[in-house]
């Protein structure tokens, strides 16, 4: 439980600092008015849904030791199904910048987007097989002993590759504005970003390894 | 077996397609003659020791299934020396390609950087700690079964980590070229070095498939 509130304090930090290196340094948010700040609202709304909520969600398990299980089957499941709709969001947001941009910019070119596309089609397929399988009344017990270690293998193969995509996203952006915020000197929001990579890399290590204890 | 033959395929393919980015689309290689093309040879052995070699150790113990306990040790800690030889002069390779620039660039200002710096010195350590642990004559077993799953957990993590430090040099130098290789309009340079890292993804989702089971 100790390592469970490490883990909450190092997801809200994630939270606060993508939040800050959006909100501030990249000047805040807009929605479809202004394409270029509504592309802010995708880091945040990523890290937000794939990580904070994610890890949260996974954690349900740890935390209320003493509930009843089927309450925290719906926890878990409500919590994944609130990481899946800020994914959508997000994903909504880059792609209008993109589109809605004086010159458009094409979609679907980059690693980063080939590797997010497929964590978040992996992490619909992972909630709609959890839904059937664990909650629909008529399932025998066997086919859900017999899925459940891939359920939690995959659950946390696809966390890595969430955090794997956002550490190419963090790095993107970082490159695209490599001269304007003078990254290769240290400026404060290079410093930032970093951390903010940093910090997702050490989250997901520590739920990897609370789960797999 | 056949996962283990598949990964080979995929470890193999993917030595391949950064060789044929560095080799021919980034026009090859040179040593400090040349510190352009001396960065080259970086993307070329961080991949065959810390993506490769460094799977291909680990899945020893799911080869050799018949060898004597004390040879796959042996052949288990060599192919991880030399990952971590390759990653050496890999290293060596990306500094000097910064420092002996006519015009230098500053290191270790990206998140790729700290991540990788932090990635080698753990996969050091583990390497250290298991030589330690289990070649060592003088330990008791108890130690060694008390150390043994943080030594699997560890294995799998900083594979993970070096993975991931992967995804962000490849996209880091695809944004650097972006304009050279037209990398917005879906070039063949650009399909080769995604196809990259997702093969890389593929590798190390299934090395961490088969250590779990
Ligand atoms: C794990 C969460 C993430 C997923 C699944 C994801 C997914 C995507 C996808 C699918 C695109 C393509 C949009 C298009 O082609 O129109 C994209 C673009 C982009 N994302 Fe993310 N993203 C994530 C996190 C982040 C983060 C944290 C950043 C940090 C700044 C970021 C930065 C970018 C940038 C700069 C682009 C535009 C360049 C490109 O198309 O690659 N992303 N993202
Ligand atoms: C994309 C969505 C989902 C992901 C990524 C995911 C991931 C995980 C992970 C990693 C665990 C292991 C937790 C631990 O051992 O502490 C787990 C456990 C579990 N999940 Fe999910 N899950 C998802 C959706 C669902 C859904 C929709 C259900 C249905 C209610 C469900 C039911 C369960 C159950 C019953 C367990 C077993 C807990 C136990 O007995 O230890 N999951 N899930
Ligand atoms: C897992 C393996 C890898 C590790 C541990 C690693 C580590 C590093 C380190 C420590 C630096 C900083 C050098 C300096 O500051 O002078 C660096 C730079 C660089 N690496 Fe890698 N690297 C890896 C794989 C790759 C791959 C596959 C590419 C693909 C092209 C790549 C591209 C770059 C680039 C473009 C730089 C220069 C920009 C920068 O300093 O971030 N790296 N790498
Ligand atoms: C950085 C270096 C190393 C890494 C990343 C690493 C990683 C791993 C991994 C992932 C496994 C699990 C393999 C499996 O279950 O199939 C493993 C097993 C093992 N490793 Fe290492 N290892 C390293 C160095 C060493 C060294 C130097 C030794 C000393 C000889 C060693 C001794 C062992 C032993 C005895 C096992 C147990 C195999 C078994 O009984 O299943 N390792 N290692
Ligand atoms: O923020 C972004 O920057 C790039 C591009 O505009 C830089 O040339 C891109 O695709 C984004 O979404």
């Known amino acids: 439980t100790g390592l469970v509130l490490l883990i909450q304090g190092l997801g809200?930090?994630?939270?606060?600092?993508?939040?800050?290196?959006?909100?501030?340094?990249?000047?805040?948010?807009?929605w479809t008015s202004d394409p270029a700040k509504e592309f802010n609202y995708h880091p945040v709304f990523m890290v937000i849904g794939l990580i904070f909520l994610y890890s949260d969600a996974i954690l349900a398990y740890r935390v209320?030791?003493?509930?009843?299980?089927?309450?925290?089957?719906?926890?878990?499941?409500?919590?994944?199904?609130?990481?899946?709709?800020?994914?959508?969001?997000?994903?909504k947001a880059v792609f209008d910048?993109?589109?809605?941009?004086?010159?458009?910019?094409?979609?679907?070119?980059?690693?980063?987007s080939w590797l997010g596309i497929i964590t978040v089609v992996l992490f619909g397929l992972q909630w709609l097989i959890g839904l059937l399988t664990f909650l629909a009344p008529g399932l025998s017990q066997g086919l859900r002993t017999l899925y459940m270690p891939h359920?939690?293998?995959w659950g946390v193969a696809i966390l890595c590759m969430a955090a794997a995509t956002a550490l190419m996203g963090i790095t993107e952006k970082a490159i695209?504005?490599?001269s304007t915020i003078q990254y290769t000197e240290k400026s404060t929001e290079g410093l930032v970003l970093n951390s903010?990579?940093?910090?997702?890399?050490?989250?997901?290590?520590?739920?990897?390894?609370?789960v797999t204890r």
Chains 1, 2 share one sequence.
Not at 97 to 112: D, E, F, K, Q, V
Not at 197 to 202: F, S
């Open 12 to 30: 809200l930090t994630a939270v606060i600092l993508v939040a800050v290196w959006m909100g501030h340094f990249r000047e805040g948010f807009a």
């Open 64 to 91: 209320f030791r003493n509930v009843k299980k089927m309450y925290i089957k719906i926890v878990h499941g409500f919590i994944h199904l609130g990481a899946l709709v800020f994914a959508s969001v997000g994903l």
């Open 97 to 112: 910048s993109h589109n809605l941009a004086p010159t458009p910019i094409p979609n679907m070119y980059s690693l980063h």
């Open 151 to 153: 359920h939690v293998f």
């Open 176 to 178: 695209f504005l490599k």
């Open 196 to 210: 903010l990579g940093i910090v997702i890399v050490a989250l997901v290590a520590l739920v990897a390894f609370v």
